[in-house]
């Protein structure tokens, strides 16, 4: 019952810290009083009885300092440490901002280098179910030129018929202007053409209207789109009319027929949020009137339940054996009749080959790098602040001649750290958050 009533009083102390303020300087003004009166009946002088008093009881503020630490609870004393750890910074503001300037740069760095590969390694895409079942597909043609997206409907639809995967669909995206009607400015967009099953493969669901139908996948010249939930919110302010709206990509006229939920794309460094059928492509292109031609494509696919990898990669390397050579226009191959490879890999990798592997690989060293500049920095800091207090020998000295415990003072200067170190994490989490990187990738999905 004792603790807790202890314990109470120290949680209501801030409010009567006034009040007891004074008793405390009265109650330590008494004993002062009575000791001076003691000595100065034994003979002493009046300012020699002071003395001897002050010394016999031991430094008063030292003992204030005490009793105001047995009477509050710890949290409440360090709002006078933060305080005076901020009246120290405001008194040397050019050291104050190197000193959080050099840690803002090694914390925006190192907060930089992990947010991009939080979202392009660790981080699930949105919009996407069971990401655990799906491939990617890449495809090399027989000869030392390197990795190629290059496919044909006639590897699409082989693939197609292979029992490992319950879906599989190719995918390229371009830039195009667009209009949002017919009176606003062009603007750059970035357009995805898609085959048919890409949305039902990813398992992505509308929020609005629909996806597309079989007949619009392949078709050529239906003229419908569907565009991100983002790009619904900012660019129509979210209005439930803009299934039927028309834009136009390129000067040609689409109609808006769904909205995705969440999804921007697998590319998640470069927000997509437009798509429209592979076969409306060469409405914006017509350069891509055919696909057969050789159109640089990536390939998604999604395994069914209980096929293993290697099951897969054998089941596509046979699909492509039979479809045998195929002649292409390719710009790199024009004319030639090449037969192409299938390499199957797990997950979502990037439209160059790079696999989660490899990304990790790349992320350990961007990372050792990052770090390797914030232990610098850190460094850096340490030297600055041990200079500074070196500076500081005289008023430290001053604090500990008035009574202040070597706790105490320990306590002011990691205080004062802390707040350093607390402001340098605000403007390097600033930093990150404004980067260029962020801003033209559009990596939040925010």
Not at 376 to 383: D, I, K, M, P, T
Request: aromatic share 8%; hydrophobic share 45%; proline share 4%.
């Amino acid at each position: 019952m004792r603790s807790i009533r202890a314990f109470l009083l120290r949680l209501v102390e801030p409010l009567t810290r006034r009040r007891r303020e004074a008793d405390m300087h009265a109650e330590f003004e008494s004993h002062l009083a009575l000791h001076i009166e003691d000595n100065m009946r034994s003979g002493m002088a009046p300012a020699e009885a002071r003395r001897a008093a002050l010394i016999r009881l031991g430094g008063i503020e030292a003992a204030k300092e005490a009793v105001r630490d047995r009477r509050t609870l710890p949290l409440f004393n360090l709002t006078g440490d933060v305080r005076a750890a901020w009246r120290t910074a405001a008194r040397a503001p050019w050291s104050t901002a190197t000193v959080v300037v050099t840690l803002a740069i090694g914390i925006g760095v190192t907060t930089t280098v992990y947010a991009v590969f939080n979202y392009a390694l660790f981080r699930p895409v949105p919009g996407v179910r069971d990401q655990e079942q799906l491939v990617s597909v890449y495809i090399r043609p027989g000869l030392d030129s390197g990795w190629m997206n290059t496919a044909t409907h006639a590897h699409l639809q082989a693939m197609r018929q292979a029992p490992a995967f319950a879906g599989l669909a190719a995918h390229a995206d371009r830039e195009y202007p667009f209009q949002a009607s017919a009176a606003e400015p062009r603007v750059t967009r970035r357009v995805t053409s898609v085959t048919r099953g890409y949305f039902e493969a990813l398992g992505v669901r509308p929020r609005l209207g629909r996806m597309f139908g079989d007949e619009e996948y392949e078709r050529t010249g239906a003229a419908v789109a569907v565009i991100s939930e983002q790009m619904w919110r900012r660019q129509f302010e979210g209005s439930p009319a803009v299934v039927g709206k028309d834009i136009r990509l390129n000067g040609v006229r689409f109609t808006i027929v769904g909205v995705t939920r969440s999804y921007r794309g697998l590319d998640r460094l470069r927000a997509e949020d437009l798509w429209i059928p592979f076969g409306a492509w060469s409405l914006v292109d017509p350069d891509m009137a055919s696909y057969d031609g050789g159109v640089h494509q990536n390939l998604v696919g999604r395994l069914r339940p209980g096929i293993s990898l290697e099951t897969a990669r054998t089941q596509a390397r046979a699909a492509f054996d039979a479809v045998g050579p195929v002649r292409t226009r390719d710009p790199l191959h024009p004319g030639q009749r090449l037969t192409y490879t299938a390499v199957v890999y797990p997950g979502l990798t990037d439209g160059f080959g790079l696999t989660r592997e490899r990304i990790l690989r790349i992320y350990w060293i961007a990372s050792s790098g990052a770090g390797l500049l914030f232990l610098l920095a850190c460094a850096n800091v340490g030297n600055l602040l041990i200079s500074r207090n070196l500076r500081r020998q005289r008023e430290t000295g001053l604090k500990a001649a008035l009574g202040a415990s070597r706790l105490r003072l320990l306590r002011e200067f990691v205080v004062e750290a802390s707040l350093l170190s607390i402001a340098a994490g605000a403007v390097g989490r600033s930093e990150e958050h404004t980067s260029e990187l962020q801003s033209r990738f559009g990596i939040s999905y925010a």
